[in-house]
């Protein structure tokens, strides 16, 4: 008897080709366009990233600078964005407001002959973080905070200094950068399975990044560094984590930021996260949440062979860096709206409707009861 594949959730099925990344790939570290994300994360910036994935190639240093100028005046928010923020509630999930700001944006800047995906991509990615903080800190203390921030010149610069109202230390923002950079692409995922398979039908632009965010903010996917969060805070000392994570496991209740669809002996991205995590600690003086989160991973390694994926380090990352939790999630979107975009234009470029099968497991055909006839 042939063995039958387990295919639920699509595990194992090739559903495309992609020339962006390399995910599980034996043999191949995870790449960008062929370029590690371990040079990508140590050598260059968000921005470069951005305009690797976006235009295929790597910019010359005076691209960048050009491109640098370019995002910085995509900063500013429409007036009637602003009004929209300003009335959207105090309580919303921040992952929400970049969503319903992305659809918002779409019907003021709609994707046509003068706005093209390339140039709505830079956009998105410029003023995310301007509409996020915006609409923090009005609700905060009805600050309107200016949110072009010139002199902090790379996305994360930007982010930090909105968020804070103070420039941060340059290690701040290397490795609020690097996260930014491990977060950028991701082959075949939820959200960029959902940005390809909107546009597939040709949609516009606006309307795949609009669902990327919905299915990113899931906790089984890009909404797990905030769970990972949560987790970790529930313990100060390695013994009460333990202790804890075993009770979890005795229930079968899951580890945030543990485990992945195609990464079984590990994540890639998550070493590099973690290595950034140690030395913030250290920075920090931190002798709690490090140790917390090593001894979890040390469990949940020896006790289930399960690896710690991007989302668990990255919210140690972020935690150090004074992020609150609810912005964790909304800095993957910021992130990953650039793979979104790459994918995107990877679809249109070669485009065929996306549409499955299913396996049909209803009722057999049988007579319809009238209203009045149905018991
Ligand atoms: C950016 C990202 O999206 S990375 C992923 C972020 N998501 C998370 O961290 C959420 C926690 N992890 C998970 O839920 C899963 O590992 C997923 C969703 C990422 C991958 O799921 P799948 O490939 O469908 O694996 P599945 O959920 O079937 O797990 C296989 C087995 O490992 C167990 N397992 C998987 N992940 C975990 C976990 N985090 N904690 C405890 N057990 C786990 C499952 O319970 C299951 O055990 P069983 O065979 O005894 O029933
Ligand atoms: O690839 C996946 O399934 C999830 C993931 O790690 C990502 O999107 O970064």
Redesign the pocket.
Known sequence: MTEQKNTS?L?GITAGETALSTVGKEGLDLTYRGYSIRDLASSSSFEEVLYLLVYGVLPSRPELDRYRNLLISLRDLPPALKTILEQLPPTANPVDILRTGCSALGTMEPEGEDRDAHAIAGRLCACFPSMLLYWHQFHRDGRRIETRAEEHRTVADQFLYLLRGEAPSPLHVRALDAALILHAEHEF?ASTFTCRVIVSTLSDFYSGITGGIGALRG????G?DEAAMMLLERFSTPDEAEAGIRKMLEK?E????????VYKKGDPRAPILKALAKQLAQEAGDRSLFPVAERIENLLLSE?G?YP???FYSAVVYHFLDIPTFFFTPLFVIARTSGWAAHILEQRANNRLIRPLATYIGPAPRPFPKIDERG
């Open positions: 959730g595990e995922n906790p089984l996917h890009g797990a079968k899951k580890a945030m930021g543990f485990g992945h669809r289930k399960l994926n991007v989302d």
